[in-house]
């Protein structure tokens, strides 16, 4: 299996580094300012004026193949997601951003020529955002079959009832568009088929944000994670994606490339986390010495090194087996590097916040956000137990037997 991009993909990542040193990592600390300084509900203007020059450079839309999009394959695709993944909020300059990423592929593979012009087209223009609502409160959520939120048909339209949260992106006053999850058949025996998804604009009445979710004691503004209450929304029976029971079908392709991106955005993080703890070793003196010259201090360095490649290595291979077979026979390699990921990330930046002291801890690095993220993700798109359980199923099933 060759893991190597093509030409065109080490062109733009030479392209996408240099952009990044030239706009982006001199502008992170003034995105925190101006959202801090009014800017808490809708993009800060830096974001704006670095989507522009990005889209004018042709730095745009490059998770998605096909027509809509760069036409890169999953494995083009991943050392661009890693560069982009090392400030948290660069994905969105070059219109790579999730949830948006996920939902953009959804209605580009299951969307009508109705939908997709009136949804598609913005978001990939980047004029507005979106957000995917399918995590409730009162349920195990990584079982989706247990979701609540009820989507019923009358006549010419559907209402939609229920609460969710954790729904990221709807915060902001860019998101216009939500892809909604919930039951339009609760009798169905078959519990794969309950399940519906719809989309509903987020000014729609009876759409009702609660509260905003913080993650660690951090809000993520302008993005946001809020619970949001769906009470008696109509909307059009053309909203309804794909058609009635159709939603876990469509959850299932938009979670696996939605789940391999994260992987690849972690990497990222994770690498900058390396590169900021070697540089804080060879600089700080403790004790009479650089803290790069302490044994613990180098095992860590060198244990984070041999993490990262090695969950590199495994999500290359993910993203290679879906280019050639299609993302479900790529399932087992996702799963794999959806927990293998995160918990390398967690890992590697948690040494590097030891080595950093109080700073690490604080909002002078990126280190104490960064956390957070990778943290999450153990959680969020499927807690590991659930890809650990069905990864251990599908092997005892292929090995068990024989």
Known sequence: MNLEPSTRARELEAQLSAFMARHVYPAEHLYDEQVEAGHRDRRPPILEELKKQA??????????????????????????????????????????????????????????????????????????????????PEVASSDATNIRCSILRDGDHYVVNGRKWFTSGAMSEDCKLLIVMGKSDADNPNKHQQQSMILVPRDAPGVRIVRDMRVFGYDHAPVGHPEIVYENVRVPAANILLGEGRGFEIAQGRLGPGRIHHCMRLIGVAQRALELMCSRAQSRVAFGKALGEQGSVREDIANSWCEIEQARLLTLRAAAKMDLDGNKAARDLIAAAKVVVPRMAVAVIDRAIQV?????????????????????????????????SQLGRTLLKRYGEA
């Open 55 to 136: 889209r004018a450079e042709g730095l745009w839309n490059l998770f998605l193949p096909g027509e809509h999009g760069a036409g890169l394959t999953n494995l083009d695709y991943a050392p661009l997601a890693e560069i982009m993944g090392r400030i948290s909020w660069a994905s969105e300059i070059f219109n790579c951003s999730a949830p948006d990423t996920g939902n953009m592929e959804v209605l580009a593979l299951y969307g009508t020529p109705e939908q997709q012009k009136q949804w598609l087209e913005p978001l990939l223009a980047g004029e507005i955002r979106s957000a995917f609502s399918m995590t409730e």
């Open 356 to 388: 950093h002291g109080g700073a690490g801890v604080s909002q002078d690095t990126f280190l104490a956000e960064a956390y957070t993220y990778a943290r999450f993700m153990r959680i969020g798109d499927g807690p590991d137990q659930v890809h650990l």
